[in-house]
Nanobody
Framework: QLQAFGGGLVQVGGSLGLSCAAS????????LGWFRQAPGKEREFVSG????????YYADSVKGRFTISRDNAKNMVYLQMNSLKPEDTAVYFC????????????????WGQGTQVTVSS
């Protein structure tokens, strides 16, 4: 019900935009989140956006560089990533839950399949 796409290979300092398409759920009722998992590491919270457009949350590691947004009319959530660093290399996942943004993955009911982002130096 969630499909993430837009990953790829980018150089340090570059930008990349991820998208996540939702289907089969009342999109506007869900909080959306982006998580990432680097090789050998646990999945970590990146950003979240609540049902009401404009209320967003970011991990400290991406604050000021990443921007999350959503389009309820298109059932889409986006993650614009700027000033990318090698440590941003990971598989990025979108997720959905009903309720507030939380930074742990357990409460998220729906997950996309992940899209690989590689930042090369």
């Amino acid at each position: 019900q969630l499909q993430a796409f837009g990953g790829g290979l980018v150089q340090v300092g570059g930008s990349l935009g991820l998208s996540c398409a939702a289907s089969g759920l009342t999109f506007s009722m869900y909080t959306l989140g982006w998580f990432r998992q680097a090789p050998g590491k646990e999945r970590e919270f990146v950003s979240g956006i609540v049902r009401n457009v404009g209320v967003t949350y970011y991990a400290d590691s991406v604050k000021g560089r990443f921007t999350i947004s959503r389009d309820n009319a298109k059932n889409m959530v986006y993650l614009q990533m700027n000033s990318l660093k090698p440590e941003d290399t990971a598989v990025y996942f979108c997720a959905a839950r009903q309720g507030p943004v939380v930074t742990t993955e357990g409460p998220y009911r729906y997950w996309g399949q992940g899209t690989q982002v590689t930042v090369s130096s």
